[in-house]
């Protein structure tokens, strides 16, 4: 139900206009607001008007005007009934309706989207609802999920929801205290570049103006509003396996995740059974961080021993000792291709597992 304040201030407005004096009840017969210098009615004919049904009514002196939600009574606007009073009095009910059909239409998309974005939706019943919302179904959107990282961020919806447009078919929620959710409606001519550029302003204006870290992840491009389900499951697989393979990264997109998906989804008994087959007992618990910044950066430069030397100012016989020390480790040798291959995703698989079990 649309807030008393809100009816307050509407009533207030109306008075300051056209010096009508009004109060509004709720169906309850409970003032809700009232200008000065109306004298109120008494109890029993407000309750009477309010069981009667009827649009309008005049007793005592006042106009009773019924003001619905669907086909409830919502609110009841008594004016005194002065004649020329009268049209302000019918023409602030109206605004007051608007109001209410305006707050049910908000809370209506928020529970619609929430649903669809949970798969709670029927595809039988999904014309209904963008019918009665005014959803055009047939129009490209794309899902987008911004997590802070590190700490929670309450001010960042509010943030979020300045930089869309209902009135170009976007749409924001929160489902949660740790995820926004962006719907964002796509023209024809749009695709991964305007994607990947919206991402980097959630990000770019998280850090600007409310001073946050934040990860966006987004999946692809639903061609119709039944695809928007499967544009956020993606979106937030994006988000999980960015933050177990590639924390570093800020912008994640779903089409975009590498072996990182694969090895995801894969069952945890097939990783162990993988591990156990290219370190057998001796799984390292933890890598030297200056080996493994070393490796990362080997893999980089595509094995080459020069370029990584130089980009992390060691000498190459430095680099050398290191990719040795490792080779003695895990029985590895990166310099070579299909040993690089093979470290490379059993460190993946090795952080999966992990993730896996603090989980």
């Not at 129009?139 to 997590?147: A, G, L, S």
């Not at 802070?148 to 489902?175: I, N, Q």
């Not at 992840?217 to 590639?246: C, N, P, Q, W």
Request: with cysteine; charged share 30%; aromatic share 8%.
């Amino acid at each position: 139900m649309v807030a008393d304040q809100v009816i307050a201030d509407c009533i207030e407005e109306v008075n300051s206009i056209s010096g009508i004096k009004a109060m509004v009840v709720n169906a309850g017969g409970k003032q809700i607001a009232k200008t000065p210098g109306l004298i109120a009615p008494d109890d029993e004919v407000t309750a009477s008007f309010i069981k009667s049904g009827e649009s309008e009514r005049e007793a005592d002196g006042k106009l009773f005007i019924r003001i619905k939600d669907d086909s409830e009574t919502a609110f009841v606007l008594i004016s005194d009934s002065d004649g020329s009073g009268d049209i302000c009095a019918r023409l602030a009910a109206s605004e007051i309706k608007n109001l209410v059909i305006a707050y049910r239409e908000k809370i209506d998309r928020n529970s619609f989207y929430r649903n669809l974005l949970q798969g709670g939706i029927m595809s039988e019943d999904m014309s209904s609802w963008t019918g009665k919302l005014h959803i055009d179904e047939d129009v490209r959107r794309c899902v987008f999920v911004v997590e802070p990282v590190g700490h929670k961020d309450e001010s960042l919806t509010g943030m979020v929801r300045e930089l869309f447009y209902t009135e170009a078919g976007d749409y924001v929620l929160s489902m949660d205290d740790d995820h926004v959710v962006v719907i964002r409606t796509l023209s024809d001519d749009e695709g991964a570049n305007e994607l990947e550029e919206t991402a980097k302003m959630l990000v770019d204006m998280a850090g600007s103006e409310a001073m946050s870290d934040v990860r966006v992840a987004y999946g692809t491009i639903a061609d119709d509003i039944k695809g928007v389900t499967g544009s956020y499951r993606e979106a937030g697989m994006a988000l999980e396996v960015s933050k177990i393979f590639y924390p570093l990264k800020r912008t994640i997109e779903y089409s975009n995740l590498g072996v990182g998906r694969l090895i995801y989804q894969l069952p945890v008994s097939l990783c162990r059974l993988f591990i156990n087959e290219i370190f057998g007992d001796d799984i390292p618990e933890e890598i030297d961080e200056e080996i493994l910044t070393t490796v990362n950066k080997f893999f980089d430069n595509s094995l080459n021993v020069s370029e990584t030397s130089r980009q992390l100012f060691i000498h190459r016989n430095t680099l050398i000792y290191r990719i040795e020390k490792l080779q003695k480790a895990t029985g590895l040798d990166v310099r070579v291709f299909d040993d690089a291959l093979t470290l490379k995703i059993a460190l993946m698989v090795v952080n999966y597992m992990r993730y896996i079990e603090k989980k």
